[in-house]
Structure formats: C-alpha cells, structure tokens
C-alpha cells in the first residue's frame, strides 16, 4: 500500500532553516508528483508546491518562491522540503502528499511539526 | 493566490443533509473542473474525498457529492452520520500548475 512516512518534529530559531524528508514506498517514486502542504496551529491548509521525482522539475507557490527548495534522492525513494529564514509564522505541521488522480492529491504523510521558537 | 472562501461552519441533525460552498474565481474555481475535496478529522492528515469537481475516489461512500456553478464549488453530504463531523478543504487547480486550498469548514453533527 502507498505510505508516505515523514520525518520527526524540529524545533528551530527564528532565521534558521529546516529541512524535512518524506519517503515513499508501495508505488514506483517516479511517477507520481509529491506536493508539500503546511497548517498553521488552528488553521488551514496551505498548498506550497510540487516536485517531480521523474527529474527533479519544482514549482512553487508564489508565498515560498526563494523560501523554500523542494529536492529528491531516487535512489531512496525520499524527497525534502528545506524552508530557509523561518519566522515564527512558519510554526505548522507540513504535510508531503502525493498527486495522482487528475489534480488531486490522493495519499498524505503522517505530517511533521516544525516550531519556530527562539 | 488568496485561499479559496469557505463557511467557517456548518452544522445539522443525524440523517439530513448539509452543503459546504467554495468560493473562488474565475483564475481558480471557475476556470478549471479541478475542484477537490478533503476530510480532516482533529489531528490527522487530510483524507481525499472528491476530485474533479464530483467524481469519488473508491471507498468514499456516496452520501457525499460534489458539484460546481460558476466560480462556486459545493460538496454536500446528504445522510449525515457522525462519524462525518470533521474539517473539510476544498482545493482548486489555478493555473500554471498551482493549486490553493479553501479556508476549510468544520462540520458538526447536532
């Protein structure tokens, strides 16, 4: 079956970066697009943007453009998000999810709490 | 790209029927069929439950449906049973490949 596990929660400093892995297994990494989704604390869903495991191709939201750099090591079936220069209001569970039918996303990661505290 | 408007609630008795709007425009909602739904119960990962505007995935039981006009999409859920009390999104394909997800609207079973 697809999963998608994630890593463990972060805790980091105002102006520091995070970087959180997602790896898939029970479905062939490289055909299907990963997005990666956050909620604030009492709050909604955020679209960040995709990666393409296939070759790497990214597109992010225009709120995270020079922020946040989507990668992937397909030799171990895993993709990162790094979000560089965290403020407080990056504090949010982040979730990798995979796309697959039509525009949707149909399999979501356990999610990942990253706090920004100081 | 402004998230998609949802009511922040709605609420009705077992067995009726309860209908959540999704306000977007016309460079979101009302411009593509790429409107989907998801289900978020407290502290878990959302689950997909509409794609496509009104198409279900397997395993969705078909009390719930989906529907658009305009730059509004709705997902309604006729039949409701408690266990459907939880937190919905929308999300609409926007062009060039970006998505954005509704305010979400926590449903709740009188």
């Known amino acids: 079956q697809v999963q998608l596990v994630q890593s463990g929660p972060e805790v980091k400093k105002p102006g520091a970066s995070v970087k959180v892995s997602c790896k898939a297994s029970?479905?062939?990494?490289?055909?299907?697009?990963i997005h990666w989704v956050r909620q604030a604390p009492g709050q909604g869903l955020e679209w960040m943007g995709w990666?393409?495991?296939?070759?790497?191709?990214?597109n992010y939201a225009q709120n995270f453009q020079g922020r946040v750099t989507m990668t992937r090591d397909t030799s171990i079936s895993t993709v990162y998000m790094e979000l560089s220069s965290l403020r407080y209001d990056d504090t949010a569970v982040y979730f990798c999810?995979?796309?697959?039918?039509?525009?949707?996303?149909?399999?979501w990661g356990q999610g990942t709490l990253v706090t920004v505290s100081s | 790209q402004s998230a998609l408007t949802q009511p922040r609630s709605v609420s009705a008795s077992p067995g009726q029927s309860v209908t959540i709007s999704c306000t977007g425009t016309?460079?979101?909602?009302?411009?593509?069929?790429?409107v989907s739904w998801y289900q978020q119960y407290p502290g878990k990962g959302p689950k997909f439950m509409i794609y496509?505007?009104?198409k279900r995935p397997s395993g969705v039981p078909d009390r719930f449906s989906g529907s658009k006009s305009g730059n509004t999409a709705s997902l309604t859920i006729s039949g409701l049973q408690g266990e459907d009390e939880a937190d919905y999104y929308c999300?609409?394909?926007?062009?060039?490949?970006?998505?954005?997800f509704g305010t979400g609207t926590k449903v709740t079973v009188l």
């Open positions: 999810a995979r796309g697959g039918t039509s525009h949707a996303v149909e399999y």
């Open positions: 029970g479905y062939t990494f490289t055909g299907y697009y």
């Open positions: 990666i393409t495991p296939n070759n790497g191709a990214t």
């Open positions: 016309s460079s979101d909602v009302g411009g593509y069929n790429y």
């Open positions: 496509d505007v009104s």
């Open positions: 999300c609409s394909y926007a062009g060039s490949l970006t998505y954005v």
